[in-house]
């Protein structure tokens, strides 16, 4: 076959790792016109990743299935964040959708470290890879931000200041490694909820809007370390997340009794995230709260990380 050359093989499947993301600064602001509230956070990717694997199927159809955590409890057809993802692919690409994604889960469902936008921002890379879908890096933010605010962090990874409802990124080019131990709960707050909460509270005066990013962003920039980290950490939906379940002020007064520099909800909870001196204080931290009880599961974590398309 002098002067040809052979059609390259079809991709057998993709896999890509997508972290978890916590929010060190969660300032809420009032509710916009469209329903969303006005956000200025601050991202961080870490190191509980879930893996999205693309497969090309024979037939026509997205088909998905699920391993770990909350497997057979989440939904896998189109209510699903990473069907409506491989969709949007398929749709900015013109083909259709031919794809099985099996999600391993291991980032805690339900538990405002955005598992199900990690989910997605992994399906829109894995897809666009099997495929060959030629999409710049301004198409695919798009394309993450039409699925939900924390899609477009997803996509990233790393460190970014979140305006607008969240999707609009300013990178931060943080110094250092932070390290956290991430307790999981038996209950569960949805998002939703807990803005209604957030907007319950500060009509009876509870609560503001914490919408200063700048000191935490320094740290982060100078390298901080934990000790002075701990003071910068701030969440304006952790009243919210208590009030609806108080017993989440328990295990989170319980890790600073064991030695936690700082408890902090994620987002809008349940779960809890205990910064720590060093890598030793967290395990160190991680097996003294899993001793005292109360928490369904405990992780260990780092970050930040990247994500699939960093």
């Not at 982060?220 to 003071?231: K, N, P, V």
């Amino acid at each position: 076959m002098s002067g040809q050359t052979a059609p390259a093989a079809p991709h057998a499947g993709v896999s890509v790792d997508v972290p978890a993301k916590i929010n060190p600064h969660l300032g809420v602001g009032d509710p916009r016109a469209d329903g969303y509230h006005a956000l200025s956070t601050v991202y961080q990717a870490i190191s509980l990743h879930d893996t999205v694997t693309a497969e090309k199927r024979e037939e026509p159809g997205i088909e998905i299935t699920i391993s770990g955590e909350g497997a057979g409890d989440l939904p896998t057809g189109e209510a699903n964040l990473a069907h409506k993802a491989a969709k949007l692919v398929a749709l900015y690409a013109g083909i259709e959708p031919a794809v099985k994604l099996h999600l391993n889960k291991r980032i805690p469902v339900a538990g405002g470290l955005a598992g199900g936008s990690a989910d997605a921002a992994g399906a829109l890379v894995a897809c666009a890879r099997l495929w060959d879908v030629a999409i710049g890096d301004a198409e695919l933010h798009r394309l993450a931000a039409g699925l939900g605010s924390d899609v477009p962090f997803c996509l990233k990874g790393g460190t970014a200041i979140g305006t607008g409802r969240g999707e609009e990124l300013t990178p931060v080019r943080a110094k250092g490694t932070w390290h956290w131990v991430v307790a999981t709960t038996d209950t569960r707050i949805s998002t939703p909820e807990c803005y209604k909460e957030v907007d319950r509270l500060r009509e009876d005066g509870i609560g503001r809007f914490s919408s200063d990013v700048d000191p935490i962003v320094r740290a982060f920039e100078s390298g901080a370390d934990a000790d002075t980290l701990a003071r910068l950490l701030v969440n304006d939906m952790e009243a919210a997340a208590v009030s609806l379940r108080p017993q989440l002020a328990s295990l989170m007064h319980g890790g600073l009794e064991e030695g936690a520099l700082a408890a902090h909800v994620s987002g809008s909870g349940p779960t809890i995230l205990f910064l720590a001196t060093d890598v030793k204080h967290a395990v160190a931290l991680a097996r003294r709260i899993r001793m005292r009880g109360g928490a369904r599961s405990v992780h260990l974590a780092h970050g930040p990380v990247d994500g699939p398309a960093a």
